[in-house]
């Protein structure tokens, strides 16, 4: 038996690592997908203030700040039972939704997006961010870094810096905005909404209209039935900032709704020796391994996962380009991975028409946007739907408001089973007995795990044209028996 | 140039690609051979070059577990000029929090306590695991969390967390025209206080009677100096640079620019300096404003345990 | 047989009062343990909490820090700075998982060395009591410990 190893992953989540076992025909016998990595949030955070949790849970990650500061923030307002006050909800709504907006835009046009773009066959050299521009143009680059540059303008304005925002705190936000500001916000919502737009238009054009990745898209290879989940408002339409969440089985029927502080009743994370992340399962179907169906507790998180779990979209073009999604698979739930790009770009438009929808609420630049909690704080759950997934922070203090527990089940960690079955599917569909492993497979590989766009996914410019990888085949003695390159 | 993330969160990289349309001169102007978040080489690619060929690597991240270190080794090895980028590189971070404990104090919470946890055969991640088709391996989980320079020699520190665009830019720039301060320095920060920067207005009077959480005071005064009216904050043992953009929005500085110029233990100094506006001469009534202090080691060391003096709790 | 701890403390003793009377129990010929290493600072307001943990860190087990009385600093209130940063010192340390006790603070005028010595020896035998801190062995146990339990598959 033979082992072909990548390490690490990158253009990724920084830290993982895949292990290929080929079986002696040479076909896949297994694939694991494997985090190398752990920090310790959940233990260090014991003995700190609760209110500075907003401020350290944002570095689990620099990408996704804000969905843990909204999260962290949510979950110390439950603690402290503190309903905030309404314009605060708002703006911690339009604030997070032009987050979304912005990393939604950089996962599809530099990260995963090439792999759409340019088209599964393309030359490696052209699957980047460069080929794209080349394909559709540089404006469209300069609009990417528009929709960033916005997007943490607004970040800044509410939370004081890009990268770990800190205005959030138990009983509201820090600062209110003002007259010019407000009118800003809906600028820049705006130029969202047509980028959304734009995007899904782009999309339709490039890749709808590619036969040959509508193969690949279709594929078993980069298909698992599964359940899936999301944040919800009462109606059931898809929401970042709160709600219920709502679980579907595989064939779409609702298999269970919880509130934040009911989470624990229906997901559980199993451990495995062989990768320092867990993988969070469905409890009242159980752990049944790597395995997709109705039987099986996996269940699927993100973009694709939440249309799927909901109803509708809450914004009228949102909701347009929803309908059209699940029309052109004619099912729903759509279970073909590579959907996750499409649905992503859904979000991406819903974000910005919530931004709008908030920026003209008359509420918005009410100044009363903290309450000072009076409850004695003990425990609470906070959620959010983060870019990658749910987000559950949830924490216990003393009556002094010092935190002695907390529980973190962060974005693309409920998607780590789907991962690790879709990279083995992956690979199986592509490495067969007597085929030579060629670059292709390398590529469809990462395709499968890219579509997830997992926590450090976002670089927000792949630099320069070859993207080399190198696999190397190793016999079980750990002798190399084969070297491929691709130097791009 | 090469750049590497250690135990990071990314927001360094992000910073790095915060300069936007700047990148292009700097991707002009070096080659960058190694950065696993952009680029797809691997960690063979940089073992085989020779030694010193890179000229600056930008390593981000504490370092907490065998690969770091390793990588830390090799890319040390290849680069004339190593810079430890952000505050994790710099001075722990906030991963150095977890010397709070140690590894099984870690393994404890996510593996077995976690109310949401499903492991009643108490598995843990292993070195390595022997699977029906063979072997897989996990790098060695430290009890401790390193700094950069406590593991390999550092030539530049880029504080911040992560540093500000503008700082960043202008390290780049210094990188590629090769207008360097000596080896050791600090660069990308100013030599000052926070304090320097912040927009607040200050007194020269400084009397605390009681320290407040800033979500329970309730009627704080948006100009005035956060300390002044008992919230605490890290400001003036924190070094400038950052452009206080965190006191800007009404919310306190945190330490995230490391300590000044001159201080070699940021937290002992914050210590000192929470003393000093304590208002009160009477022990006891010293020791009740200073109870209102709940956690000083977290204000303290919040970026920067594993470069303090003490750099670790000891765990009995 | 083991040879008993000889605990090592930093004492840092104001010029103006305790560094006197350290002196005059010296003078006086009082016996008292010497596991004292005297370091003279012009006024116990000059102990900056670095100097606390940065002892600890070198090697020391306990620290003592020796004023004026309040009211009779030399520079009138340096000695108040000292008074407000002990509480927070010894937090601080608690939290470190260092007890608190090890430092200790102190009011020892210029005539008082029969107060010194006694309070050296009392402190001198606390910490034989709580034992060594040993800092460097905190630091230096090695970061690549290997995990008990060999690799075992669950599922």
């Known amino acids: 038996m033979s082992k072909v190893t990548i390490d690490p992953i990158t253009r990724l989540e920084g830290h993982g690592k895949i292990e290929i076992f080929l079986n002696d025909e040479g076909g896949v016998a297994n694939a694991y997908f494997q985090v190398p990595e752990l920090r310790g949030f959940e233990r260090f955070c014991e003995g700190r203030p609760v209110e500075e949790l907003p401020r350290i849970t944002p570095r689990i990650c620099g990408v996704c700040p804000d969905a843990h500061h909204m999260a962290s923030a949510k979950a110390c307002d439950a603690v402290y039972h503190v309903d905030i006050p309404s314009a605060a909800k708002k703006l911690r709504e339009l604030w997070y939704s032009a987050f979304m907006a912005g990393d939604h835009a950089t996962h599809f046009y530099v990260l995963g997006g090439p792999d759409f773009v340019m088209g599964p066959t393309a030359d490696p050299a052209e699957r980047n961010i460069l080929g794209v521009i080349q394909k559709v143009g540089l404006d469209v680059a300069k609009r990417v870094i528009r929709q960033r540059k916005e997007a943490h303008e607004v970040i800044e304005m509410l939370g004081g810096k890009p990268t770990h925002p800190v205005g959030a705190l138990p009983g509201g936000l820090s600062k209110s905005i003002n007259e010019e500001e407000r009118a800003r916000l809906l600028e820049i919502g705006q130029g969202m909404v047509e980028f959304g737009q734009f995007s899904l238009q782009l999309f339709g054009d490039v890749v709808l209209k590619n036969p040959d990745y509508m193969d690949l898209v279709m594929s078993d290879a980069f298909t698992h039935r599964t359940y899936y989940l999301g944040l919800m408002d009462d109606d059931n339409r898809v929401n970042f900032y709160d709600g219920h969440v709502r679980v579907v089985d595989p064939d779409g029927r609702e298999f269970v709704r919880f509130t934040a502080p009911e989470y624990t009743e229906v997901i559980a994370e199993h451990v495995e020796t062989w990768s320092y992340l867990k993988f969070p399962f469905l409890k009242k179907v159980g752990w049944k391994g790597l395995v997709d169906g109705a039987d099986s507790g996996v269940y699927r998180s993100a973009p694709l996962a939440r249309l799927n779990a909901a109803e509708g979209m809450a914004t009228p073009l949102a909701q347009e380009a929803y309908e059209t999604m699940y029309s052109t698979f004619g099912t729903k739930p759509v279970h073909q991975t590579l959907a996750y790009h499409w649905a992503r770009l859904i979000e991406m438009l819903y974000a910005g028409e919530r931004v709008v929808e908030l920026a003209q609420d008359p509420e918005i630049t009410s100044p009363e946007v903290h309450k000072v909690p009076d409850a004695t704080p003990d425990e609470g759950v906070g959620m959010v739907e983060a870019p990658r997934g749910l987000l559950i922070h949830h924490y216990r203090t003393d009556s002094n408001g010092i935190v002695e527990r907390a529980n973190l089940i962060v974005g693309t960690t409920n998607n780590k089973a789907a991962i690790c079955m879709s990279i083995k599917r992956a690979a199986e569909g592509m490495i067969k007995p007597g085929k030579e492993i060629s670059e292709g497979i390398l590529n469809i590989v990462e395709m499968a795990f890219r579509a997830y766009d997992p926590c450090f996914g976002c670089a927000t410019h792949a630099l320069p044209g070859h993207m080399p990888l190198i696999v190397t085949v190793r016999d079980t003695q750990g002798n190399v028996l084969q070297e491929i390159r691709r130097d791009g | ?316 | 047989m083991s040879a008993q701890f000889e605990p090592r403390i930093i004492a840092f003793l104001c010029r103006w009062c305790s560094y006197t009377g350290a002196d005059l129990a010296g003078t006086s010929r009082l016996k008292y343990p010497p596991n004292v290493l005297p370091i003279r600072v012009m006024c116990s307001g000059r102990v900056d909490p670095t100097f606390v943990v940065s002892a600890f860190r070198k090697g020391a087990d306990g620290v003592l820090i020796c004023g004026c009385h309040p009211g009779d600093c030399h520079y009138n209130e340096g000695n108040y700075n000292m008074m407000r940063r002990f509480p927070l010192i010894r937090k601080l340390l608690a939290q470190f998982g260092i007890e608190p006790k090890r430092v200790r603070l102190e009011w020892v005028s210029a005539s008082d060395g029969d107060r010194y010595a006694k309070v050296v020896t009392e402190f001198t035998e606390q910490i034989r009591q709580m034992g060594p801190l040993a800092w460097d062995q905190v630091l230096s146990a090695p970061p690549t410990r290997e995990p008990v339990e060999s690799g075992v598959t669950a599922s």
């Open chain 2, 1 to 316: 140039m090469a750049l590497y993330w250690a135990a990071s969160c990314g927001g360094c990289e992000i910073s790095v690609l915060e300069v936007n349309e700047a990148i292009l001169d700097v991707a002009g102007f070096f080659d960058i051979v190694f950065w696993p978040v952009a680029l797809d080489f691997k960690y063979h690619h940089v073992a085989a070059m020779a030694d010193g060929e890179i000229l600056v690597c930008l390593f981000n991240g504490a370092v907490r577990n065998s690969e770091q270190k390793e990588i830390a080794e090799l890319l040390r090895r290849k680069s004339q000029v190593m810079v430890a980028h952000g505050s994790c590189a710099c001075w722990g971070g906030i991963p150095a929090l977890a010397n709070v404990t140690d590894r099984d104090g870690v393994f404890q919470r996510v593996y077995f306590e976690s109310p949401s946890t499903d492991n009643p055969q108490r598995i843990t991640p292993q070195t390595s695991t022997r699977m029906p088709e063979g072997e897989i391996t996990l790098p060695v989980f430290f009890d401790t969390v390193y700094a950069l320079d406590q593991v390999v020699p550092v030539e530049y520190y880029m504080p911040g967390c992560p540093p500000v665009v503008d700082q960043t830019l202008s390290v780049v720039e210094a990188l590629m025209s090769g207008a360097l301060p000596p080896p050791g320095s600090v660069v990308g920060a100013g030599s000052k206080t926070v304090c320097e920067e912040c927009k607040r207005e200050k007194s020269d009077e400084k009397k605390v009677r009681r320290f407040r959480r800033i979500h329970l005071a309730g009627d704080l005064d948006p100009i005035k100096c956060l300390l002044e009216q008992g919230v605490i904050c890290t400001g003036p043992a924190t070094r400038s640079g950052c452009g206080a953009k965190c006191t800007t929005v009404g919310m306190a500085c945190r330490g995230c620019y490391g300590p000044p110029a001159g201080v070699v233990d940021q937290g002992a100094k914050l210590i000192s300096a929470l003393a000093a506006v304590i208002d009160s001469q009477d022990p006891e009534e010293i020791e009740r404003i200073a109870d209102g202090i709940d956690d000083p080691l977290g204000y303290a060391y919040r970026f920067g345990m594993a470069a303090s003096s003490l750099r670790r709790v000891r765990v009995q």
